[in-house]
Nanobody
Framework: QVQLVESGGGLVQAGGSLRLSCAAS????????MGWFRQALGKEREFVAA????????TYVDSVKGRFTVSRDNAKNTAYLQMNSLTPEDTAVYYC????????????????????WGKGTLVTVSS
């Protein structure tokens, strides 16, 4: 069983930065790919970024490439999403999710493929 708790959301002006954290419980964190998803008001939840279980592979949705960076610290059982150059279009509830064991980032881009979810953290970008 893995429990995930996101933090780091908040209100930021356009052009600003935030770093989201996803703290995981359990002993299998280091063996699981981690994904970040977001859901804007009135829209479907969408994939944002993922990092493979080893940390060697990452993948991003096109709209955040070059602005967001996903990383992980297995010693701290924590995944991160560094978000720079934020725009109002990035406003959403951001969720982290843990995938099955030993999966790479490229196979961690769909909601159905993730095993555990956090409750989300709200990011609001003002113009």
């Amino acid at each position: 069983q893995v429990q995930l708790v996101e933090s780091g959301g908040g209100l930021v002006q356009a052009g600003g930065s935030l770093r989201l954290s996803c703290a995981a419980s359990g002993r299998t964190f280091s063996s699981r790919a981690m994904g970040w998803f977001r859901q804007a008001l009135g829209k479907e939840r969408e994939f944002v970024a993922a990092i493979g279980w080893s940390g060697r592979s990452t993948t991003y949705v096109d709209s955040v490439k070059g602005r967001f960076t996903v990383s992980r610290d297995n010693a701290k059982n924590t995944a991160y999403l560094q978000m720079n150059s934020l725009t109002p279009e990035d406003t959403a509830v951001y969720y982290c999710a843990a995938g099955p064991l030993y999966r790479s980032a490229s196979y961690s881009k769909t909601e159905d493929g993730m095993d555990y979810w956090g409750k989300g953290t709200l990011v609001t970008v003002s113009s």
